[in-house]
Nanobody
Framework: QVQLVESGGSLVQTGGSLKLSCTAS????????VDWYRQPVGKQRIFVAR???????TVAYPFRGRFTISRDNARNAVVLQMNSLQPEDTAVYYC???????WGRGTQVTVSS
Protein backbone atom coordinates (compact mmCIF):
# COMPACT_ATOMS: atom_id res chain seq x y z
CA GLN A 1 0.00 0.00 0.00
CA VAL A 2 1.34 3.39 -1.00
CA GLN A 3 0.96 6.03 1.68
CA LEU A 4 0.48 9.66 0.73
CA VAL A 5 0.58 12.41 3.33
CA GLU A 6 -0.72 15.91 2.74
CA SER A 7 0.78 18.93 4.45
CA GLY A 8 1.11 22.68 4.16
CA GLY A 9 -2.42 23.80 4.89
CA SER A 10 -2.98 26.77 7.17
CA LEU A 11 -5.03 29.91 7.73
CA VAL A 12 -4.36 32.60 5.15
CA GLN A 13 -5.95 35.90 4.19
CA THR A 14 -7.86 36.52 1.00
CA GLY A 15 -5.39 37.01 -1.84
CA GLY A 16 -2.68 35.01 -0.14
CA SER A 17 -0.80 31.93 -1.30
CA LEU A 18 -0.13 28.45 0.01
CA LYS A 19 2.08 25.60 -1.10
CA LEU A 20 0.66 22.17 -0.31
CA SER A 21 2.78 19.04 -0.42
CA CYS A 22 1.90 15.41 -1.04
CA THR A 23 4.69 13.19 0.21
CA ALA A 24 4.84 9.49 -0.64
CA SER A 25 6.13 6.44 1.21
CA UNK A 26 7.76 5.32 -2.04
CA UNK A 27 9.45 7.28 -4.77
CA UNK A 28 6.87 9.77 -5.95
CA UNK A 29 8.04 9.21 -9.51
CA UNK A 30 7.04 5.54 -9.28
CA UNK A 31 3.37 6.47 -8.89
CA UNK A 32 1.76 6.77 -12.34
CA UNK A 33 -0.78 9.43 -11.35
CA VAL A 34 -1.05 11.71 -8.34
CA ASP A 35 -4.18 13.81 -7.98
CA TRP A 36 -5.22 16.64 -5.70
CA TYR A 37 -8.84 16.99 -4.54
CA ARG A 38 -10.56 19.29 -2.12
CA GLN A 39 -13.67 19.00 0.03
CA PRO A 40 -15.32 21.93 1.80
CA VAL A 41 -17.09 21.10 5.04
CA GLY A 42 -20.47 19.55 4.27
CA LYS A 43 -19.83 19.41 0.52
CA GLN A 44 -18.63 16.81 -1.95
CA ARG A 45 -15.03 16.19 -2.84
CA ILE A 46 -13.96 17.62 -6.20
CA PHE A 47 -10.96 17.16 -8.44
CA VAL A 48 -8.37 19.93 -8.44
CA ALA A 49 -5.26 18.84 -10.36
CA ARG A 50 -3.29 15.88 -11.67
CA UNK A 51 0.30 15.10 -12.48
CA UNK A 52 1.56 11.93 -14.20
CA UNK A 53 4.84 10.09 -13.87
CA UNK A 54 6.15 11.75 -17.04
CA UNK A 55 5.34 15.17 -15.63
CA UNK A 56 2.18 15.93 -17.57
CA UNK A 57 0.16 18.34 -15.47
CA THR A 58 -3.55 19.05 -15.58
CA VAL A 59 -5.43 21.64 -13.54
CA ALA A 60 -9.21 21.71 -13.43
CA TYR A 61 -10.71 24.70 -15.26
CA PRO A 62 -11.92 26.57 -12.15
CA PHE A 63 -8.36 26.70 -10.82
CA ARG A 64 -6.34 27.42 -13.95
CA GLY A 65 -4.31 30.57 -13.62
CA ARG A 66 -4.29 30.34 -9.84
CA PHE A 67 -3.18 26.77 -9.02
CA THR A 68 -0.17 24.90 -10.33
CA ILE A 69 0.81 21.27 -9.78
CA SER A 70 4.43 20.15 -9.95
CA ARG A 71 7.04 17.85 -8.47
CA ASP A 72 9.58 18.63 -5.80
CA ASN A 73 11.98 15.74 -6.24
CA ALA A 74 14.23 16.80 -3.37
CA ARG A 75 11.32 16.34 -0.99
CA ASN A 76 9.81 13.31 -2.79
CA ALA A 77 6.61 15.28 -3.12
CA VAL A 78 3.95 16.52 -5.47
CA VAL A 79 3.26 20.17 -4.82
CA LEU A 80 0.09 22.19 -5.29
CA GLN A 81 0.90 25.89 -5.44
CA MET A 82 -2.21 27.98 -4.76
CA ASN A 83 -2.26 31.72 -5.39
CA SER A 84 -4.88 34.46 -5.09
CA LEU A 85 -6.80 32.43 -2.55
CA GLN A 86 -10.43 33.25 -1.90
CA PRO A 87 -12.77 32.24 0.95
CA GLU A 88 -14.43 29.68 -1.33
CA ASP A 89 -11.10 27.86 -1.50
CA THR A 90 -11.55 26.91 2.15
CA ALA A 91 -11.56 23.12 2.27
CA VAL A 92 -9.67 20.03 3.26
CA TYR A 93 -7.23 19.24 0.47
CA TYR A 94 -6.37 15.61 -0.30
CA CYS A 95 -3.96 13.84 -2.58
CA UNK A 96 -4.47 10.35 -3.92
CA UNK A 97 -3.50 7.91 -6.63
CA UNK A 98 -5.74 7.24 -9.61
CA UNK A 99 -8.08 5.48 -9.40
CA UNK A 100 -8.45 6.72 -5.83
CA UNK A 101 -7.45 4.39 -3.06
CA UNK A 102 -7.78 5.04 0.66
CA TRP A 103 -8.24 8.68 1.60
CA GLY A 104 -5.97 10.20 4.19
CA ARG A 105 -6.71 13.01 6.59
CA GLY A 106 -5.87 15.74 4.12
CA THR A 107 -4.65 19.19 5.05
CA GLN A 108 -6.93 22.05 6.07
CA VAL A 109 -6.84 25.27 4.10
CA THR A 110 -8.79 28.17 5.55
CA VAL A 111 -9.01 31.50 3.74
CA SER A 112 -10.29 34.36 5.85
CA SER A 113 -12.61 36.93 4.31
Amino acid sequence: QVQLVESGGSLVQTGGSLKLSCTASVSISSIPIVDWYRQPVGKQRIFVARITADGTATVAYPFRGRFTISRDNARNAVVLQMNSLQPEDTAVYYCNVAPPSNWGRGTQVTVSS
